[in-house]
């Protein structure tokens, strides 16, 4: 079965740190793996995804993720968060029927 | 929104009322997608669908229908609303790659607020 873990539901950093947002992940075979962005009262936003090659994915927005496949994770970094980064991010794996199975969400919220 | 559009926006109905939601697009994408956004769950996968007349079931579809009539429309249908499926509803689509193999982005509509009373 497929499922998908964001072990916080709220992260707070300060504007200019870097921000971290995890994600872990059960699969069955290669992992397809998303982040997504929603800001108040939108939908969701695609920010970058890893499908396969380099660890390390950039995305939008500054955005770049790490893929471990022995940790089984998908952590989501931005090396210095702006305020207008604080948002609810999603973090998502698709199996090869094109399901799409998203975690619980993770608020950010950067502090001025 | 990637060409997507939900209708309605905002919808407040009775409990035992039939209620259908439509989500429209306009990127000729093969795959759509209706889940639901509640505290604590995240998104949730109601019903999806693969092509015209093509229909699969989500993780949480009891007491919900679709249908997919034409490649452009995605209607999901609450035959009798209860309580329990007031929510935020967000379509959504993503392409069918070439090769045949997973990996395309969904893009999402705005959502439809329900609320059912």
Request: neutral net charge; proline residues 5%; hydrophobic residues 30%.
């Amino acid at each position: 079965a497929q499922s998908v873990a964001q072990p916080e539901d709220q992260v707070n950093v300060a504007e200019g740190n870097p921000l971290t947002v995890k994600c872990t992940y059960s699969v069955s075979g290669n992992p397809y793996l998303f982040w997504y962005v929603q800001y108040p009262n939108r939908g969701l936003q695609f920010l970058l995804k890893y499908i396969t090659g380099d660890n390390l994915v950039k995305g939008s927005y500054g955005f770049e993720a790490e893929f471990n496949k022995s940790q089984t994770s998908f952590h989501l970094k931005k090396p210095s968060a702006l305020v207008s980064d604080s948002a609810l991010y999603f973090c998502a794996v698709q199996n090869t029927g094109n399901q799409f199975y998203f975690g619980t969400g993770t608020s950010l919220t950067v502090i001025p | 929104d990637a060409g997507i559009t939900q209708s309605p926006r905002h919808k407040v109905t009775e409990t035992g009322t039939p209620v259908t939601l439509r989500c429209h697009q306009t990127e000729n994408h093969r795959y759509m997608y209706w889940y639901r956004q509640d505290p604590g769950h995240g998104l949730r996968l109601i019903h999806y669908s693969y092509g015209v007349k093509d229909t699969d079931k989500g993780e949480v579809s009891d007491g919900y229908s679709v249908s997919r009539s034409k490649t452009e429309d995605f209607l999901l249908t609450l035959e009798s609303a209860t309580s329990s499926q007031t929510s935020v509803y967000f379509c959504a689509i993503s392409d069918n790659p070439r090769s045949g193999r997973a990996g395309n982005e969904q893009f999402f509509g705005p959502g439809t607020r329900l609320t059912v009373l």
